[in-house]
C-alpha cells in the first residue's frame, strides 16, 4: 500500500521559512517523479512543484517560483520542500505525492500558517 507521510509545518510569520518533509513508502521512490501539492482553504488542491526520479529538472509553479526549493533523498525515500519568504496566500495543507499524483494515496498533509 503506497503511502505518504508529510510533517515540518506549523505557524510562522511573514517571510519566515519552513522546511517539509515527506516520506514515502509501500513504493519503488526511485522510480517515480515527486510532486509537492497544497490546498489553501475554500480551494481546491493545486500542483505546486516536481522533482525528477533521479533528483533532477526541478519544475516550480509561478506562485512559488524563486522562494521554494524541491529536493529528495532516495536513500531515505524521502522529499523535501524548503519555503522561503512566505507569504499569507501560502497559508494551505502541503502534501506530497508522485506527479502524475496517485489518487488513492494521498496522505494527511502537514498545516503551514503563515501570519501577518
Known amino acids: 500500500q503506497v503511502q505518504f507521510v508529510e510533517s515540518g509545518g506549523g505557524l510562522v510569520e511573514v517571510g519566515g521559512s519552513l522546511r517539509l518533509s515527506c516520506a514515502a513508502s509501500g513504493l519503488q521512490f526511485i522510480r517515480y517523479n515527486m510532486g509537492w501539492y497544497r490546498r489553501a482553504p475554500g480551494k481546491a488542491r493545486e500542483f505546486l512543484a516536481r522533482?525528477?526520479?533521479?533528483?533532477?529538472?526541478?519544475y516550480y509553479e509561478n506562485p512559488i517560483k524563486g522562494r521554494f526549493t524541491i529536493s529528495r533523498d532516495n536513500t531515505k525515500n524521502s522529499i523535501y520542500l524548503q519555503m522561503n519568504n512566505l507569504k499569507p496566500e501560502d497559508t494551505a495543507v502541503y502534501y506530497c505525492?508522485?506527479?502524475?499524483?496517485?489518487?488513492?494515496?494521498w496522505g494527511q498533509g502537514t498545516q503551514v500558517t503563515v501570519s501577518d
Open positions: 505525492n508522485t506527479d502524475p499524483p496517485q489518487h488513492n494515496a
Open positions: 522533482i525528477h526520479r533521479n533528483g533532477g529538472n526541478p
